[in-house]
């Protein structure tokens, strides 16, 4: 689908926000699901910490580490010439400097060729993410429930459900677009919140959980195509049911290797008949019996 298109860019990003194109996101964590996000057209593709869960079994993305982020990503990179490549930033590779903040996301620029990156929350992020678009690398922001500080919210649970904690989000937001940020995410918020405040941010806003009204649309690459069988966020639809498949096709491979159903003669590499009794005649010899041990005299191939 996407071999005449030419790799997004940032300012077809905020083109598309003032147009009113709806932008498509994906995550991806390996190289056959990259193939496919480009070949399906998408606009954004996030190596998202959600592979912590997702790929690697944790119950959170805490855990994930930026050097296991940045094998995943290069990955991706190999599998994606036209979607914006997004390196998210985990937990703890940006929180504690600048410095850190910006190493973190020239590795990911560097060593796993990501356009941009993405990091969580505003307070303190505001000012890395400032740090890290001075630097040369853009940044996309994520509000809202921020899966990295999920225990300080509270637990996975949507965030912007009092005045309050709205306000905060919008805080927030306005913060990370003053400080550069080229689109931000939100996660888990209203419907009723998303629509006014995607009405009053300039840059892009990206959904998940957060209603019709946002800039774009993303989804976990494994919750998109019913591949993960972990806890499903209301905020989910599936395109497919990958994981029955999976187990599926996998359980029919089983069945048929204990069956001696596969493989069958089409799987199977021939040799010329005199090379086979040659090799016959080779292992008939009464010396190999001596030198290798065990029974001789049964060989049947
Ligand atoms: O890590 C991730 O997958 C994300 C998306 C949920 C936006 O941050």
Redesign the pocket.
């Known amino acids: 689908m996407s071999a005449d298109r030419p790799p997004v860019t940032l300012p077809q990003l905020a083109e598309m926000k003032l147009a009113a194109e709806p932008i498509v996101?994906v995550?991806a964590y390996d190289h056959p699901s990259a193939e496919v996000a480009e070949a399906a057209g998408v606009d954004l593709v996030?190596v998202?910490?959600?592979?912590a869960m997702?790929m690697l079994g944790h119950s959170s993305?805490t855990p994930v580490s930026l050097d296991e982020m940045l094998v995943l990503a290069k990955a991706v990179r190999r599998g994606v010439r036209t979607p914006l490549l997004i390196g998210?930033l985990p937990f703890g590779s940006y929180e504690g400097s600048n410095e850190r903040a910006i190493e973190s996301a020239t590795r990911y620029v560097k060593e796993a060729g990501c356009d941009v990156v993405?990091l969580?929350r505003g307070g303190l992020s505001v000012e890395r993410a400032r740090a890290i678009i001075r630097a040369g690398i853009p940044v996309m922001g994520?509000v809202g429930l921020t899966?990295q500080t999920a225990t300080a919210l509270g637990g996975f649970k949507a965030q912007g459900r009092t005045a309050d904690s709205a306000v905060r989000i919008a805080e927030e937001a306005f913060a990370l677009q003053a400080a550069g940020c080229f689109a931000i995410?939100f996660?888990a918020v209203p419907a009723a919140i998303s629509e006014v405040l995607v009405s009053k941010l300039s840059v892009p806003v990206?959904g998940?959980g957060a209603g019709p009204a946002t800039d774009g649309q993303?989804?976990?690459w494994h919750d998109l195509l019913g591949i993960y069988g972990g806890r499903q966020p209301k905020f989910v639809r599936r395109y497919a049911e990958l994981r029955e498949e999976m187990i599926r096709g996998v359980g029919e491979y089983a069945r048929e290797v204990r069956e001696r159903a596969f493989p069958a003669a089409e799987h199977t590499y021939a040799i010329e008949p005199e090379e086979l009794e040659a090799f016959r005649r080779y292992l008939d010899q009464e010396s190999l019996a001596a030198s290798f041990g065990g029974d001789w005299s049964a060989t049947e191939i």
């Open positions: 996101m995550t996030l998202g910490d959600t592979a997702t993305t998210d993405k969580e994520h899966p995410v996660e990206i998940i993303v989804l976990v």
